[in-house]
């Protein structure tokens, strides 16, 4: 009977870590305490090319856009994209203060909050 309580104990302890590990692995923290933000893509972005320690070279792309909140209220937003981004495309912006943009992922214009759509369709 101890033996297989401490059989149950010791698989329990092995599934919540795996659970811990998973969740952990899978959170983006760009996302955690940040203010949402909507922007459309309406041109190209800055091309500024730069020499990383190796002399390779790369390219990223500055856009500054208005971003709405789900509220409406509008925001300067800066940040750079290492590709070019699709005009016509719409963008979740996220933002913490103190930091900037910190991360973005496009969305379909049905998923923008109706304030910031109305915004941004103007």
Known sequence: MK???????????IILGLAFSLGYYFTNYNHIGAEDYY???KKNGKPTTER?????SFTDYA????GYDEKGNAK???FTAQKNLRVGAYLHIYYKKGK???SYEEVAKKELPKKAANQLNN
């Open 3 to 13: 033996k297989m309580i401490a059989v149950i104990i010791i698989v329990a302890v």
């Open 39 to 41: 922007v459309a893509i």
């Open 52 to 56: 990383d320690s190796s002399g390779q």
């Open 63 to 66: 856009y500054t856009l208005t």
């Open 76 to 78: 300067q937003l800066k």
């Open 100 to 102: 900037g943009v910190t």
